[in-house]
T-cell receptor, first 112, second 110 residues
Framework: EAQVTQNPRYLITVTGKKLTVTCSQN?????MSWYRQDPGLGLRQIYY???????DKGDVPEGYKVSRKEKRNFPLILESPSPNQTSLYFC???????????FGSGTRLTVV | DQQVKQNSPSLSVQEGRISILNCDYT??????FLWYKKYPAEGPTFLIS?????DKNEDGRFTVFLNKSAKHLSLHIVPSQPGDSAVYFC?????????FGAGTRLTVKP
């Protein structure tokens, strides 16, 4: 089954404790992206990647890092999480130039 | 600066009636528009899309209308069913650069 898999689905952590949210897709898509969803703000792009070793900032990159060492994986790294990063996070992938994404099921992160 | 706006956070309609969800955008360079549907605890799933060269696209009960001069699109669901209750996100795209609205929560009452 073609899918985007995120882990974990739920995470509660403390301020300053580094964490990684994993994202993997099995569709051989070149393009991958991370979004956060906040009430009243919709989905805002954090980082995206157009291929292996090619990453770029989205609209809200502060406090986040990403890497793209393999085509299928695109982890989101929070080096020092803060409470304002409490949010619902989605990973998405697509063919390069495609008009539409496949989304993962989401990761609900709470930073206390 | 939100380039895609959904001004109605929520909409409630009766089963069998029409649901109309609206979306406005500011960037005339967008060339593709999409609607995504999201259920609780799931990721958004693609529903229907329209190219900027068209003004209407229909897929079963779902129709998307695009008014480029007004930079406005709308999603019509006819007839609405209780299973349509979800959050609907409007999105505008230029190649892989996609911008989303804040979403509209649709509730269809039996």
């Amino acid at each position: 089954e073609a899918q985007v898999t995120q882990n974990p689905r739920y995470l509660i952590t403390v301020t300053g404790k580094k964490l990684t949210v994993t994202c993997s897709q099995n569709m051989n898509h070149e393009y991958m992206s991370w979004y956060r969803q906040d009430p009243g703000l919709g989905l805002r792009q954090i980082y995206y990647s157009m291929n292996v070793e090619v990453t770029d900032k989205g609209d809200v990159p502060e406090g986040y890092k990403v890497s793209r060492k393999e085509k299928r994986n695109f982890p989101l790294i929070l080096e020092s999480p803060s409470p304002n990063q409490t949010s619902l996070y989605f990973c998405a992938s697509s063919w390069l130039g495609a008009n539409g994404y496949t989304f993962g099921s989401g990761t609900r992160l709470t930073v206390v | 600066d939100q380039q895609v706006k959904q001004n109605s956070p929520s909409l409630s309609v009766q089963e069998g009636r029409i649901s109309i969800l609206n979306c406005d955008y500011t960037n005339s360079m967008f060339d593709y528009f999409l609607w995504y549907k999201k259920y609780p605890a799931e990721g958004p799933t693609f529903l229907i899309s329209i190219s900027s060269i068209k003004d209407k696209n229909e897929d079963g009960r779902f129709t998307v209308f695009l008014n480029k001069s007004a930079k406005h699109l709308s999603l019509h669901i006819v007839p609405s069913q209780p299973g349509d209750s979800a959050v609907y996100f409007c999105a505008a795209s230029l190649h892989n650069d996609m911008r989303f609205g804040a979403g509209t929560r649709l509730t269809v009452k039996p």
